[in-house]
């Protein structure tokens, strides 16, 4: 079960975290975050696998980090320099699929529930 909180309305140019607590799995090979937009389908923002190894969209390379914290069994996202084409809702998924990462996220077998982001000009 992943449950993500952290989600809110910010101006653009200003940071937010999102959190995402695994509260049944421990043998997850992959973790991220994916977006999606009003009217638009869901993009991937940023991945990291078991060893910490991480991945990015083009869209947020630079201005998002991802990380984890395996002793709490959770994975945030840092978003910093936050635009407004970055609203959208944000869902954080993994998988326990060897090459989980490499597969990409709509291959993952497990989905939190989205929460909102929204970025005001």
């Known amino acids: 079960q992943l449950v993500a909180s952290g989600g809110g309305s910010v101006q653009a140019g200003e940071s937010l975290t999102l959190a995402c607590v695994e509260s049944?799995?421990?043998?997850?090979?992959?973790m991220g975050w994916i977006r999606q937009a009003p009217g638009k389908e869901h993009e991937g923002v940023a991945l990291?696998?078991?060893?910490?190894?991480?991945r990015y969209s083009d869209a947020v390379k630079g201005r998002f980090t991802i990380s984890k914290d395996d002793a709490k069994n959770t994975m945030y996202l840092k978003m910093s320099s936050l635009k407004p084409e970055d609203t959208g809702t944000y869902i954080c998924?993994?998988?326990?699929?060897?090459?989980?990462?490499?597969?990409?996220?709509?291959?993952?077998?497990?989905w939190g529930q989205g929460i909102q982001v929204t970025v005001s000009s």
């Open positions: 049944k799995f421990t043998d997850l090979t992959c």
């Open positions: 998924a993994a998988t326990i699929n060897d090459n989980g990462c490499h597969r990409g996220y709509s291959t993952f077998g497990f």
């Open positions: 990291i696998e078991r060893d910490g190894r991480t």
